[in-house]
């Protein structure tokens, strides 16, 4: 990277203030940051922090040297700059100044760095003459001549005298001792205080710390736009993660409402049958007592006292049944109301975990912003300082600035490079322990509540591999067409077909890559991700019948795999898994987002399904179902699912699919038979099996406008078995 020259108009003026006093720099002390304070101001700031302290600036954690501020490094290029900066700033006053030749107050037109002083026109005139003074011709500026908008840095390093001996000052300084901190000595010092140390040539040593900071910069500056829009990222985070929790309590409160409504007009229908009960026992207790006082009065008056024994023992066989009544719906009353006041408990509970869990995750938001701010500032003051001292082209500045100047580089390009796993999680409620729903029983019907035989154009390979349903209550079907084609179907829920897409393979592929997968994505659109054969990922649009696809090796070259199934989740991510236990990850734009390693011995991945957070993998070598966390690159073992013992056969998972309420349904499969099974919210215990159609291949829940269904699709014969979900 070539330095140009920079004039140092164009520099601002609050990179040569103090940050505590907000004056010109007096003595510039030189934090590890490179961030430079007053010697004064920093001795005060360290006298507040003790042993260490922190940079005002960028919040840089330091400790404190044993002589304080003056244990720091003097900055004497930023020190140079100042009293340059000063002295232009005096020249804007006025041109009357003392004169050091003459002794006086006099118009002053030049200035000499190496006397630092202000000439009149005769001194000017004897400086320029005079061979006593000929080693201060080179450093002496004319004020009339000179543009201070155009005055570099590279100008300011010519006119500066070259620093001297530090022990031998009236020796011009020739060498840099690196055991010293680059420290300029004269020759004489390597027979004395510096002998055996690290000598170098200001030269070569200028260019080497020059070219090596050069390539730090240059590093450097390769983030300098994600450094920009870390910030940015944070409140996008931040902004989907409360949008996505408030979504998931949104529709966790619609549920407490149904179940808490549910369960008031079980207490209102209990309330009224009792009140119904007791009104029908009191009418029949008048009938009959009134019935019995008439018999009375007709027979003779001796009957009287028998009569009487008669009502009282019937007010006693009333009072009895009319007690048992109340005690029957009074218990079930209590239940009700118990259950109800469980439900608003566990709302509360709820709601205070959200709450408390939301205030950590903002915290955490606000410390990656305060990181964030704080690296803006240190690369800001390091990108600044680094050009500066680039441009000024001075090889003794270079020397002695750029050691100090890498060396701050190596924290400062980490913290650049700082990932921060919770802006890729947020997306994500499960980052919140919320419950699955309110449901605690969803009952999956023993027999379907209907079958439809679907009619549409087939071929001799004619099967369906995959199957997934939309809000618009469409049923979407994929598989094989022929040994060439595959096909997109589209059913409503009479088993009419609406849309057919029938899709060529690429030249040279088998009949089994001609295997296609589905699965819907969330939103408004209806939109279906599909995978198929070795290679091929696609979307398709319900309302269109469109179908874009893609080449999974533009998106990951490593991809030698089949496809065998397909995922999505409610942040609109695709999972797209195959033989093996490699995962893609890619957006709705069908790039790639991550990839998922999961255990070695997860192999032959039949189907998958997100759920709750997590990834349930059916596999078929294995010959069981598995849930994985979905954080980082190597997701963990959450739990495997129990297996099914029906009638001692073996079984191996071919699908696998959730309902809205969590509940988890597998089919299983042998040589003979299909099996389908219903699992709790958190897959660790077997509700129910149910032996189904041998021909069976996949399954999907599908939500209605009234009610949710289970979906059970044959492979061969096209039929689609739909059972109730009633909760």
């Known amino acids: 990277m070539a330095a140009e020259s920079t004039s140092l108009s164009v520099i601002e003026e609050r990179f040569f203030l103090c940050a505590i006093c907000f004056n010109p720099l007096k003595e510039p002390k030189q934090l590890p940051c490179l961030h430079r304070y007053c010697r004064d101001c920093l001795n005060g700031h360290i006298i507040k922090g003790g042993e ?78 005079n061979y006593m003074v000929s080693d201060h011709q080179g450093h002496v500026l004319n004020l009339k001549t000179v543009e201070v908008s155009n005055f570099s840095l590279e100008k300011l390093a010519s006119l500066t005298e070259d ?80 949008t996505r929790v408030g979504d998931r309590m949104a529709r966790l409160t619609l549920q407490h409402k149904k179940k808490y409504d ?16 007791t009104m029908e026992i009191n009418k029949r207790r008048e009938n009959d007592i009134n019935a019995a006082k008439a018999k009375c009065d007709e027979e003779m008056e001796q009957l009287q006292i028998r009569y009487d024994g008669v009502i009282a023992e019937k007010e006693q066989w009333y009072d009895g049944e009319v007690k048992q009544a109340k005690d029957r719906h009074g218990a079930r009353n209590e239940e009700l109301l118990n259950e109800r006041r469980c439900l608003d408990s566990k709302l509360d ?43 000024s082209n001075d090889e003794w500045t270079d020397a002695r600035c750029l050691p100090d100047m890498y060396g701050a580089t190596v924290p400062l390009l980490d913290d650049v490079k700082k990932e921060f796993p919770l802006l890729g999680l947020t997306g994500d409620p499960s980052i919140i322990d919320l419950p699955a729903s309110f449901v605690d029983t969803v009952t999956l019907t023993n027999h379907p509540v209907a079958v439809l035989d679907v009619e549409c154009r087939r071929e001799s390979a004619w099967s369906v591999t995959g199957v997934t349903s939309t809000i618009g209550e469409n049923i979407i079907l994929s598989g094989c067409q022929s040994d060439s084609t595959t096909h997109i179907t589209v059913v409503n829920l009479k088993g009419e077909v609406s849309t057919q897409r029938i899709i060529e393979m690429t030249e040279g592929e088998s009949s089994y890559e001609a295997a296609r997968f589905c699965e819907s994505l969330t939103g408004p659109e209806e939109r279906v991700a599909t995978v ?6 696609g979307l398709f649009a319900v309302s269109s019948g469109d179908h874009a696809k893609s080449d999974i090796r533009d998106v990951d070259v490593k991809w030698p795999y089949w496809c065998t199934c397909v995922a999505t989740d409610r942040a609109g991510k695709i999972y797209v898994g195959g033989i093996v236990n490699t995962v893609l990850v890619v957006n709705d734009k069908i790039n790639l987002e991550g990839v998922l390693k999961l255990p070695g011995n ?87 099996a149910t032996l189904v159609d041998d021909d069976a291949q996949c399954i999907a829940a599908m939500m209605t406008k009234h009610d949710e269904k289970l979906l059970l699709v044959t492979r061969s014969s096209s039929k689609i078995y739909i059972f109730d979900l009633v909760s």
């Open 52 to 129: 260490s302290f922190r940079c005002p600036m960028c919040n840089l954690h330091c400790k404190t040297p044993t002589g304080g501020a003056d244990g720091y490094k003097t900055d004497f290029y930023i020190k140079s700059v100042v009293e340059f900066i000063q002295l232009q700033n005096s020249f804007k006053q006025d041109n009357y100044k003392y004169c050091l030749g003459c002794g006086e107050i006099q118009a002053v037109i030049a200035y000499c760095f190496k006397c630092k002083s202000f000439l009149c026109d005769k001194w000017y005139r004897f400086h320029l003459d």
């Open 163 to 242: 620093p001297r001996c530090h022990i031998h000052v009236k020796h011009a300084a020739q060498l840099c001792c690196g055991t010293c901190g680059n420290m300029p000595i004269c020759v004489a010092c390597t027979y004395g205080e510096h002998k055996g140390h690290e000598l170098q040539e200001v030269k070569l040593l200028a260019k080497a710390e020059r070219e090596k900071l050069e390539i730090q910069l240059s590093e450097i500056n390769k983030y300098k736009t994600s450094l920009y829009e870390l910030s940015n990222k944070v409140n996008v985070a931040r902004e989907v993660f409360d």
């Open 262 to 277: 549910h369960v008031n007009d079980e207490v209102k229908r209990s309330m009224a049958e009792m009140e119904r009960t």
């Open 349 to 391: 509970d709820l709601q205070n975990r959200v709450d408390e869990t939301k205030a950590d995750v903002h915290e955490q938001f606000k410390d990656i912003m305060d990181h964030s701010k704080h690296t803006v500032s240190r690369y800001e003051n390091f990108a600044a300082l680094a050009s500066t001292v680039l441009a």
């Open 532 to 537: 198929c054969g070795s290679n091929q990922v």
């Open 602 to 688: 997860v192999k032959d991945v039949k189907d998958m399904c997100v759920h709750d957070g997590g990834l349930v993998v059916c596999s078929m070598m294995g010959k069981n179902v598995t849930k994985y966390t979905m954080h980082g690159s190597a997701p963990s073992l959450i739990s495997e699912f129990p297996r099914p013992d029906y009638d001692g056969r073996d079984w191996g998972p071919v699908s696998v699919c959730a309902d809205s309420n969590s509940f988890l349904y597998v089919l299983w499969w042998n040589s003979h038979h299909r099996l389908l099974t219903q699992y709790n919210q958190d897959g660790r215990s077997l509700l129910m």
